[in-house]
């Protein structure tokens, strides 16, 4: 619920603080007081289009601020959090969540959301949740064809919840299987060509049968082939280095030499024996490079352009399949992934077999169920097209008769219905749809019936109506004060109001107070009790605040709404 409202030059307003709080909160004042603006503000806030001209005269910009009273946890606090907002937590499981709104007589609009600044969307989408308008102009909730069905639905309680959960879920059931069948014969042509070159490309594969990094071992040994003569010199010239002709000098015969010097003074000093030690490590050394050298230059003597030929035509094949594949290690990937996407493939007859027998089952069941789904709307309608009739015989309609028609629609994730809410106001006219039927007067109390009924078992957290009790007056003022004030005890209600016998029945009462300088004229808002109440209740009644006989009336309302609670 809404705590508390400030507003800063909107309109007339120059500043004004509304204290708001649970229960029936009536506003009055003067015509031109601004008692409009305060809806405008709450439409600011819930992230309505911004009117710059509404921003008063002389200021550059108008401010609105909000303070809301909200559960803790839920759909509102993770809307505020996904925007960056936060919320300050109260006892009691319930949070208070600060919005705001300013627009610039230059055209600019900016919004904040828990204290975060945010699009003006996220006010938007709290407004769902938040708060329910009505006014003169804006039914749209009795006007809109899905708002209707909805608050039927509302209406209806656990029965229809059950039946439109069921129905839910069997039409994403069947959607999915149609969805998957539908395109899988669609595709046929599409998935037998995969199919196809799957298998052509794991043929060429297989037939060349790689193994992981061949290529890079073949590039290799190719460019050694490519270079044998050169390389053969090399290792034949180290080769005879260490261990060539007996008549020449090696390393390994001068490392022999070296070594047996050293020996024969080692006895004289140890440090020459390790030095011998080390020649001897030297020999030992150069003897093993010369039989490895010995070794490559017979691989070489064996290697020749047959076997060059033979490596350059594997790497011509594994050249192949990398432009085909990207790299090597792709190509032997897809006879992992590719053979199980071929079975897939090759099993689409069967599986359109199945899919299509999983489909036709599950239409079935979404016929059961949008049949049970229509006859629990069906239902609920007649229920709520008696209710809502015996409110507006309370309501200056004591002819009026409402019906709620539940009939065949467009299948959506909703159902099948087409909902409408007609209203035929008098005995012998053809029931008509509320929007088209009633007068601006006759929908305000076409639509507080409606929510009057159906608070009593799915309430909204804030209702505000803006001159609900338009063309009315007497005895059926008295019944909207009081449906208003019923509405109340389920959730917060605000009301724009011209009559007393609606304020009457508030248990808050705010009083637009318009004064004049001369020059700029500015309003502010004050709660208003004992004779300040039975004041402006006169001058809502004869015009008169100070009339003795209008203050008498006054004073009769208050007692009537009073023993009313």
Known sequence: MIEEMRLRDLGVIQQAVLPIGAGFTAITGETGAGKTMVVTGLGLLLGQRADFGAVRAGATQATVDGVWNVPDSGPVVERVRDAGGDIEPLPGGRAELFLGRSI????????????????????????????????????????????????????????????????????????????????????????????????????????VAPTAGEDDELAKRAERLSHVEELRAAAALAHDALSGDPNLPDVISLAADARRALERSGDRDATLTDFAAQAADIGYRATDLAAALAGYLADLDDSGPHELAAVDERRALLAGLVRTHGSLGAAIALLDTGSARLMELDDDDDRIVRLTAEAEAAASTLDDAAHALTQARTEAAGRLGAAVSEELRALAMPDARIEVTVSPGAESASGRDDVAILLAPHPGAEPRPVSRGASGGELSRVMLAIEVVIAAVDPVPTFVFDEVDAGIGGAAAIEVGRRLARLAESSQVIAVTHLAQVAAFAGNHLSVVKESDGSVTASSVRRLDGDEREAEMARLLSGLSDSDAALTHARELLALATSDR
């Open 104 to 207: 610039s007589s230059e055209g600019r609009s900016r919004a904040s959301v828990g204290g975060r600044s945010a699009p003006a969307g996220v006010l938007a989408d709290l407004a769902d949740e938040l708060v329910v308008v009505h006014g003169q102009s804006d039914q749209l909730r009795l006007k809109s064809a899905t708002a209707q069905r909805d608050a039927l639905d509302r209406f209806g309680g656990d029965d229809v919840a059950r039946a439109a959960t069921q129905y839910r879920a069997a039409y994403e059931t069947h959607r999915a299987l149609a969805n998957e069948l539908d395109k899988l014969t669609t595709d046929r042509d599409a998935r037998a060509a995969e199919a196809q070159k799957l298998r052509e490309e794991i043929s060429e594969i297989e037939s």
